[in-house]
């Protein structure tokens, strides 16, 4: 079985204000792509993506989510959908895509089932109704443990309103439920030292208790057309690929009520030939995830290796495209894919990274090298101020991992027994441990 290359599509929390300024100005079409989900911003009152997605100085996570939810949600649609059609050229390797919750209507989107508009409006249709049916009522955190660990944990704490929601990695598990019930689950797994974050988002998913929500999500999005898929689809939620027969808003409908299984597909199509992946998000939010199961080839917003192509008519809105069955993976040894997948020939590594040499004072631009390099990111992913795990999702265990990594190549001692890494949340507060323990060894070394 030949090799084939995923591209995966993140979910709820992978925004960034101004995430498309630089991609609109080299890739022209992003601005009329922009405009199309104004449009259907506008149906639905809320205002456009335009602005929080073009301009670094709108308004930021928290407050776009708070503020107008269904723009928030357009925009990280917006923006996965504007760098899965920035990204360069490459050899004819045969693609698949993966959607993560909310990332499966633009994974379908990019595969031709919908076109640009109707994923737009299923996304709106998605957050209004589910704003209405859950919103402030239900919450979700993630834990720092597998799953298997993680429904030890709700057994312990007895309450059956919980439930796994996303089984994200080896290390991370997402838990859905009522808001009191998932407050007392983060207690819970603190006293026995657990870490535990909550998720950033208006309302839970992926629960069983949800199938009402899922009812009403289908009628709302049951007429709007859709046509073959392009390229091959593989769900997470229905650990399978879907099919031309599958009636694909009733599946979108359900991820409402039903969990994630991120860990157990990577490995299912690792298996199947599957030998590296690109995240077409904002942010890269499950490069962390993915890396240790299959390396990353690129991350976040590409930086592209051509001159921007001239606008063109969207080849989502056609309905002449050539069909591939998503049934097998991959297409034959030689045959070219419907819709190639562009990246370096030289996959990133997402393992430690060995740079030629040491620098001899560590600054802010070498210790982000090699946090860059481990967790396959592009460097401008990190600024000063950039919280790594609420910002990245990158989980307490890895950062240590690379810690350790840093103080190995400062040639500085190993952590204290006592050191927690939530205090060090970014690159800036890194640096300044990195120059104490730096100023340190040399006091004792005099």
């Known amino acids: 079985m030949s090799q084939s290359h995923l591209i995966v599509f993140p979910g709820a929390a992978a925004y960034k204000c101004g995430a498309l300024a630089d991609l609109a100005e080299k890739h022209r079409e992003t601005y009329g792509l922009l405009s199309l989900i104004d449009d259907v ?16 100085g709108e308004r930021d996570l928290p407050a776009l989510m708070t503020d107008d939810p269904v723009t ?18 490459a050899a004819n390797t045969p693609t698949v895509l993966l959607g993560l919750s909310l990332g499966e209507v633009m994974a379908l989107v990019a595969a031709g089932a919908y076109d640009v508009l109707s994923g737009a409006r299923i996304v709106a249709h998605r957050t209004r109704i589910m704003c209405e049916l859950l919103g402030g009522e239900t919450a979700a955190v993630a834990i720092d443990a597998d799953a298997h660990r993680t429904r030890h944990l709700l057994g312990a704490v007895g309450n059956p309103a919980l439930a796994v929601a996303v089984e994200g990695a080896a290390t991370q598990t997402v838990v859905a439920g009522p808001a009191p019930a998932v407050e007392e ?15 950033a988002s208006p309302f839970a998913s992926h629960h069983p208790d949800y199938t009402h929500v899922a ?3 289908w009628r709302a999005i049951e007429s709007l057309p859709r046509r073959p898929l392009r390229l091959p689809v593989y769900s997470p939620i229905h650990s399978g690929f879907y099919r031309d027969s599958d009636d694909l808003a009733r ?37 962390p995830l993915i890396s240790p ?6 991350a976040g917003l590409p930086e592209p290796t051509r001159p921007p192509a001239p606008a063109q008519t969207d080849p989502t809105l056609s309905t002449d495209a050539p069909h591939q069955s998503p049934a097998e993976l991959p297409a034959p040894a030689g045959q070219s894919p419907a819709d190639p997948e562009p990246g370096s020939t030289n996959p990133v590594a997402a393992n430690n990274p060995a740079p030629e040499s040491p620098p001899a004072t560590a600054t802010f631009e070498s210790i982000r090298d090699i946090y860059a390099q481990a967790l396959g990111y592009p460097e401008e992913a990190f600024e000063p101020d950039t919280d790594m795990e609420a910002d990245l ?6 950062q240590t991992e690379i810690l350790g990594t840093v103080l190995h190549r400062f040639d500085l001692p190993e952590l204290p027994d006592h050191f927690s890494i939530s205090a060090y949340p970014t690159i800036s507060k890194i640096l300044a441990f990195v120059q104490d323990q730096t100023a340190g060894a040399q006091a004792v070394s005099r």
């Not at 199509?269 to 490069?287: H, I, M, Q, W, Y």
């Not at 199961?293 to 690129?298: E, F, G, L, W």
């Open 215 to 217: 009812d009403r999500l």
């Open 72 to 89: 928030f949600h357009l925009a990280i649609y917006a923006a996965s959908i504007a760098v899965y059609r920035a990204r360069p050229p």
């Open 293 to 298: 199961v299959i390396p990353a080839r690129t």
């Open 393 to 398: 999702g990158i989980t307490s265990m890895r």
């Open 251 to 287: 599946s979108l409908a359900d991820h409402v009520c039903r969990p994630v299984r991120l860990r157990t597909a990577l490995e299912t199509l690792r298996d199947a030939g599957v030998d590296s992946f690109t995240e077409c998000s904002a942010r890269p939010l499950l490069t």
């Open 185 to 199: 689950l983060r207690s819970q797994a603190g006293h026995l030292g657990l870490r535990a974050t909550p998720i």
């Open 41 to 56: 911003a506008d149906e639905f009152g809320s205002g456009p993506v335009s602005g929080p997605l073009l301009d670094p």
